[in-house]
């Protein structure tokens, strides 16, 4: 084993990578050695008690004055709600399981330490967790019950990290919560699972508690992101949301069991008739943030919330889009004076107006999420989460 971890050494100072033929204990791995680590410690572990106290007393003031995200509610969450619905004693969560619907990389063989918050600062028409995300179903945790999950999850579950999911809404609870697992003993990554509509002094909040940043990059268009996220400024945000990520934690870097343990990996779901927004995604992230940034072009959109049903006070598509003639009367017929239905063009119109949303209200095509990898490849980005081809995990 000892030889083994020289020639690991040797290899990263080569800059080198092991093929498929290299063995750590029963496993076949790809190593790519600049994002290899030998080992990791969780950023909060280096944080000193100073580093720790004021990260607490930043976190029940962002509370009193709240602006973690670009809607600037500035409300005192102690006293009301903003539009995140959710207030300052708790958070509202939905489930905390091992989840193993997640990138290979992150759940590993043990699954990814998921907890689901409910509530969010955005209102994606498409979201496939409506249910949690537009409403406040779940149950209540203050910041310390939900250390002690974090603390089941690693013992019980068994977990490779404790993965936040949906929390721009709650990082004054989440940062408490980690600093409180940390004395708990919690030993784990922490990951940051967001749509990128944070604000900068949020992030800075979460700089030193947060190992792995996993922010999604939605849309490109201000038309497309005020109409389908309702918001208005999403991709401005995006971009220096992301570009604050990379720059407290760098690009995805693993250890030799195939885990990621600290880095950025960014998500992009193709959308359906939106290919030349996700173009313009990736171009923008090798241009900008590392042409070495781990990507994951994603293919499962489908319709779902409130894409494809009936428009309010409407009686639901019509049941035939077919031409239809009308005579008035034989002396009309003969002078051509035919009167016609609206006909297809305007069926189909009356159609769409009858369902929401109905430009994305079908599956995406295979061709449409290969223009996206096209335009990626030709950007000069290389790292993508694609099925490993030699039976490990691709790093």
């Excluded at 539009?83 to 619907?101: D, M, R, S």
């Excluded at 990736?282 to 779902?304: C, G, R, T």
């Excluded at 003639?325 to 159609?351: F, K, L, P, Y």
């Amino acid at each position: 084993m000892q030889k083994v971890h020289h020639h690991l050494l040797s290899l990263r100072a080569r800059h080198q990578v092991v093929n498929a033929s290299g063995i750590f204990g029963q496993r076949r791995l790809h190593l790519a050695p600049p994002f290899l680590l030998d080992d990791y410690i969780p950023r909060y572990h280096h944080l000193t008690s100073r580093d720790a106290a004021q990260k607490r007393s930043a976190a029940y003031a962002h509370l009193q004055n709240c602006n973690l995200c670009p809607r600037l509610c500035g409300v005192n969450r102690y006293e009301k709600t903003g539009i995140c619905l959710i207030g300052a004693e708790a958070v509202k969560v939905n489930v905390i399981a091992p989840h193993f619907g997640e990138e290979p990389c992150i759940q590993g063989h043990n699954g990814s330490g998921s907890v689901f918050f409910s509530g969010c600062n955005l209102r994606c028409v498409f979201c496939q967790n409506h249910d949690i995300a537009h409403q406040r179903n779940g149950f209540d945790l203050t910041p310390e019950e939900l250390a002690e999950w974090y603390m089941k999850l690693q013992q019980v579950g068994r977990v490779h990290n404790i993965n936040l999911i949906t929390p721009e809404h709650v990082v004054p609870q989440v940062v408490l919560s980690i600093l409180h697992a940390r004395e708990l003993g919690l030993q784990l990554p922490i990951i940051y699972n967001t749509s990128s509509f944070d604000s900068l002094a949020s992030l800075k909040l979460l700089d030193g508690l947060v190992d792995i940043y996993l922010p999604d990059f939605k849309v490109w268009k201000k038309s497309t992101s005020k109409r389908l996220l309702k918001a208005d400024n999403y991709a401005e945000t995006a971009m220096e949301s992301i570009k604050a990520m990379h720059a407290q934690v760098g690009d995805l870097c693993f250890t030799p069991d195939g885990l990621a343990r600290k880095g950025v990996l960014v998500r992009h779901l193709v959308m359906p008739g939106k290919e030349d927004e996700g173009q313009k995604i990736v171009q923008w992230l090798a241009d900008n943030i590392s042409k070495d940034i781990f990507i994951n072009i994603m293919e499962q959109y489908h319709p779902d919330a409130y894409v494809g049903k009936p428009r309010r006070g409407s009686a639901g598509p019509l049941r035939s889009t077919t031409t239809t003639t009308t005579r008035v009367s034989q002396a009309d017929a003969d002078a051509g004076n035919i009167i016609e239905s609206e006909g297809v063009a305007a069926a189909a119109t009356a159609e769409k107006s009858a369902v929401r949303y109905e430009d994305i209200n079908r599956s995406i095509l295979p061709e449409e999420v290969s223009s996206v990898r096209r335009a990626a490849e030709n950007a000069g980005l290389w790292r993508f989460c694609d099925a490993a081809n030699h039976g490990g995990f691709n790093i």
